[in-house]
């Protein structure tokens, strides 16, 4: 997908697959860790719809690093089911990416994961790496997809976290 054959007044829909054996745990739904694996590569997608693309990657060294995640299983997956992912831009600052993503089985179009992300803009150079501000055209597309996507409903899920007990 192009970056101009995407809207930013819906929430990103990047990527898709299916839920393959490799992925299916012993009780015969799609493991915990294969959700995150699914959200990462919707992440990369993000990321080059977002400029930060192989090419950018290669010439500026700037790439996203994940610094915190939470997760949400709303329902089951199960094998060869057709899965996407939606992607929303909750936030952004001169150096970070509040990203939501949202796991979809594609058929029922019902929501079977979330994922509420921080994103931090570093550049990796000779085997070290900085946090660093965005370069100017990345900042500026970053903040006309966060400022499309702040009319849009707030997941429910964003900002939770794991209650004491």
Do not use: C
């Amino acid at each position: 997908m192009t970056k101009k054959a995407q809207s930013h007044d819906a929430p990103l829909r990047l990527w898709e697959g299916e839920v393959l054996p490799a992925w299916i745990d012993a009780n015969g739904h799609l493991n915990d860790g294969y959700y995150a694996v699914a959200f990462s590569d919707a992440t990369w997608r993000v990321q080059d719809y977002l400029g930060m693309d192989a090419h950018y990657r290669a010439k500026t060294g700037g790439t996203l690093y994940s610094v915190e995640a939470h997760f949400t299983w709303e329902r089951e997956l199960l094998l060869g089911q057709r899965i996407h992912t939606e992607s929303l831009i909750l936030g952004a600052d001169e150096k970070r990416l509040r990203l939501f993503q949202f796991l979809l089985a594609s058929d029922e179009n019902m929501v079977a994961a979330t994922m509420d992300l921080m994103l931090l803009h570093v550049i990796q150079h000779e085997g070290s790496v900085r946090v660093s501000p965005f370069p100017p055209e990345i900042s500026a597309r970053v903040q006309e997809v966060a400022a499309a996507h702040i009319n849009l409903d707030r997941p429910v899920q964003a900002g939770r976290k794991i209650r004491d007990l």
